[in-house]
Structures are given as C-alpha cells and as structure tokens.
C-alpha cells in the first residue's frame, strides 16, 4: 500500500512517509532535506520554533514514533556535518564517504 506525498504528489511506500495529526503525508526525506537546508542557512531545526520536524502543510510538530529508523541516521550523519559548519568549526571529515553513505540511506529511504 502507498500514500500519496504532499510535497511531490508521489506515490510513497507507507513506511517511507510520515503523516502528520491532521492527516497531511510527506516522504520522510523532504524532512531530511529540509532539516539539511536550515542548517546551511545557519540556523538550529530543533530549536524552540524550529521546523525540522513539523507538517509541512500545518506546521504541527511531528514525533519521532512517526519517523522511521533509516530517519535518525541519516538525521544524524546531516547534523554530524552540517553544525559544525554552521558553527564555523572545519574537521577532517571524509565527505566522499559520507556522501556515499547518504546516497545508499536515501536510496533505502525510496526503495
């Protein structure tokens, strides 16, 4: 069975979307996109008044029990490059890997 997305009007696997109280469905990795771009802009997803994880048609926050495992690492991997830049901190990451790493969670996130 599939839901249809609200953002790309796609036909998702239920267990890839998440749905929020009011019923409003997004792929889990529009919210992993959009939590990547507030944190280019320079500024906290999880912050009081952060939007990391809320509708994105009502804004009404959504709980982790609504996210899926593969979610939370890549969540993860995202904050684990993105805040340090953020926060102008350089390290020593190998990106070419962590890209792949990316690559492969979002290619599970859609298969």
């Given at each position: 069975?599939?839901?249809?997305?609200?953002?790309?009007?796609?036909?998702?696997?239920?267990?890839?979307?998440?749905?929020?109280?009011?019923?409003?469905?997004?792929?889990?990795?529009?919210?992993?996109?959009?939590i990547?771009?507030?944190?280019?802009?320079?500024?906290?997803?999880?912050?009081?008044?952060?939007?990391?994880q809320?509708?994105?048609?009502?804004?009404?926050?959504?709980?982790?029990?609504?996210?899926?495992?593969?979610?939370?690492?890549?969540?993860?991997?995202?904050?684990?490059?993105?805040?340090?830049?953020?926060?102008?901190?350089?390290?020593?990451?190998?990106?070419?890997?962590?890209?792949?790493?990316?690559?492969?969670?979002?290619?599970?996130?859609?298969s």
């Amino acid at each position: 069975m599939s839901v249809e997305c609200h953002v790309c009007m796609e036909n998702v696997p239920c267990n890839k979307v998440v749905t929020c109280v009011n019923g409003h469905s997004c792929c889990q990795k529009h919210h992993l996109e959009r939590i990547r771009a507030i944190y280019q802009e320079g500024r906290n997803a999880y912050t009081e008044g952060g939007t990391g994880q809320s509708c994105f048609m009502c804004r009404v926050p959504i709980g982790d029990n609504h996210f899926s495992h593969v979610f939370f690492k890549n969540l993860h991997i995202i904050q684990a490059i993105e805040i340090p830049k953020m926060m102008g901190v350089t390290s020593k990451i190998d990106y070419d890997f962590v890209n792949h790493v990316i690559a492969m969670s979002n290619k599970a996130l859609n298969s």
